[in-house]
């Protein structure tokens, strides 16, 4: 399906982005049609399979329901790594981690010094937008995402907001407030840390379990430490509760958009999830298994079809094509696709460059290809090539509980690594070539080492 087969799409007249003027009459002869504002908003943390629109047994995000009947899902949707700074970058730009390299930010790493920077020979979403005549705003409550870390190019505003749920609440007014007064179309990112945070106002508990099974073990520390849980089922609840909040900040934004702001593409994602002991740990960034990379997608808004679910294999890689084929705008060169478009069935690639749990994976609608590294090898950007240790799980989108490796034979597990090598290769070249002479390294000041201690990164 081409672009211009695509029903009810909002039409960018040449005219218009020659200068005829937004929403004026133009030289083409017939009325230009004002470009569609653009919002994302990025519930951080927030794991697909804990969602009502993917059948969880809790109803925790009836607004997001209510979103996904007036526009579209994406069932298939995967991040393309397990923490929030190369998954972000991957959404800004369109290019898998290892092509932008915006990954490291671990303390132990900055401490001495080094940190990777979203360098400034990629172009942004946020800049490939201004240059089509949007004003560019995010309001950006996760401290790891800054603008020394190269993650404000593009933003005509930026504002760092605390990672708190008066913060969430200042992102959503900001983000009103900024389409409120527009003068033109606006691109807004609207980033909201709750379900990272766990944290939820008193009284506001919907969900509550008997506390049956204690957390234990050192693998579990950081979760009593961090936030006092003391039984399985209470983190669960706590988790639930928070995505619960979330929800209900999403469905205040999307009632304004429709009453105020109808010809808005909004755009519902998350960053990463969280595991909530299915390999026996909590929180995130720590393994590749789909508690971490399964997260929802719902857009809504001109040219997205209503109560659509699409059930192929997508990823966070393809967010910048799919909005500029929306938009009726000349693709940028990414290494995604428009998910409103006809395409062959594709595997979905993701990595965590460091940790014990360091390795890649390639997740196709046949099963999910897991590589860690090997036993002893070093703990930073590993190089594979085929030699780690292998898990496949026959479902891609369930929770990789079953590892079935050892009876696929040498031949699947040989096909799988040459795909994730010639990702691996062409996403090398786009590295040397965009940032060839620019700066792909930064240090953290003491305020930013704090903030990531805050949010839970502490090197693994």
């Known amino acids: 399906m081409t672009s211009a087969s695509l029903p009810l799409r909002p039409r960018l007249l040449v005219c218009a982005v020659l200068g005829a003027g937004l929403g004026s009459a133009g030289a083409c002869g ?36 209510q979103l996904a009947a007036q526009g579209t899902t994406f069932a298939g949707h995967f991040a393309n790594a397990p923490w929030t700074k190369p998954s972000v970058a991957t959404l800004l730009t369109g290019l898998l981690p290892p ?14 010094g080094e940190v990777d920077l979203l360098s400034d020979g990629f172009e942004t979403l946020p800049e490939l937008l201004g240059a089509a005549g949007y004003s560019t705003h995010a309001y950006m409550t996760n401290t790891t995402l800054t603008a020394a870390g190269g993650y404000a190019q593009g933003f005509d505003e930026f504002v760092p907001l605390p990672a708190t749920l008066d913060g969430d609440r200042a992102a959503l007014a900001a983000t009103r407030a900024v389409l409120d007064n527009a003068s033109g179309p606006v691109f807004a990112w609207c980033h909201l840390m709750a379900v990272h945070n766990y944290r939820v106002e008193a009284g506001g508990e919907r969900f509550r379990s008997p506390h049956e099974t204690p957390i234990a073990g050192a693998t579990n520390a950081e979760i009593l430490a961090r936030y006092g849980v003391e039984f399985h089922e209470q983190a669960v609840d706590a988790y639930d509760n928070t995505v619960l909040f979330a929800d209900a900040l999403v469905g205040e934004l999307a009632d304004h958009l429709a009453q105020q702001h109808p010809n808005t593409i909004l755009v519902v994602t998350s ?14 960034a720590h393994s590749l298994f789909n508690e971490l990379l399964r997260v929802p997608l719902v857009l809504r ?26 938009l009726e705008l000349p693709a940028p060169a990414t290494q995604g696709v428009s998910l409103l478009a006809e395409f062959a069935a594709r595997g979905v690639y993701a990595e965590k460059r460091n940790g014990e ?42 929770l990789d ?52 201690r805050a949010l839970g990164y502490s090197g693994d």
Do not use: C
């Open 30 to 65: 017939e009325a230009a049609v004002a470009p569609p504002h653009v919002v994302v908003v990025l519930i951080d943390t927030l794991r697909a399979d804990h969602t009502s629109i993917a059948g969880y047994a809790r109803d925790t995000t009836p607004r997001l329901a």
């Open 401 to 452: 509980q079953d590892n079935t490796a050892g009876s696929l034979g040498a031949a699947r597990l040989q096909a799988a690594q040459r795909q994730m090598e010639a990702l691996g290769e062409d996403s090398d070249r786009i590295f040397e070539r965009e940032t060839r002479g620019r700066p792909t390294r930064g240090v953290l000041n003491d305020q930013e080492l704090e903030d990531l």
């Open 301 to 326: 808004g001109p040219g997205i079809e209503a109560g659509r679910r699409v059930e192929r294999l997508s990823s966070g890689v393809d967010l910048v094509a799919t909005l500029f084929d929306l």
């Open 99 to 112: 092509a932008h390299q915006s990954q490291w930010g671990d303390v132990e790493r900055a401490a001495g």
């Open 271 to 284: 960053d990463h999830g969280e595991e909530l002991r299915e390999h026996g740990g909590y929180l995130h």
């Open 357 to 398: 749990r360091a390795g890649r994976a390639w997740i196709t609608p046949e099963g999910k290809f897991l590589e860690w590294k090997p036993p002893g090898s070093p703990g930073s950007k590993p190089t594979l090539e085929g030699r780690g240790v292998w898990g496949f799980y026959a479902d891609p989108l369930g």
